[in-house]
């Protein structure tokens, strides 16, 4: 029965040592888990701080690009009516050209018969 006796006594000598291993385990893990989530929290609130930072500096940019919008839209506008325009006369001297190449002949002929 000593032997017996022994041997529970082992086991459970075995049985605390993984206990104790088991706590310590899940002590490091509770340590290094509080530690990474300061270290995200921290990072958080840096990020954030930059964002409020960039918030801030862009509200005057937001003013000034609604005050430009109108002219830059007028200056679009007027750019269209340009290039419509210049079209247009393109189109008219070119119709003109081919009204006088198609008549240069007899153009020509009435006006040396002006001469005679």
Known sequence: MPNKLDEISRVIGNIEAEVRGLTASVADVRHSSSEQHRENRERLESIGARVEKIEAD??????TVATMAPIVDGYTVTRWKIAGAFALGT???TVIGWVLS????KIITWI?????
Do not use: H
Not at 102 to 105: E, H, S
Not at 112 to 116: A, E, H, N
């Open 112 to 116: 040396f018969s002006l001469f005679r």
């Open 102 to 105: 198609l008549f240069a002949g």
């Open 58 to 63: 862009v509200k005057p940019l937001a003013k």
């Open 91 to 93: 189109t008219i001297i």
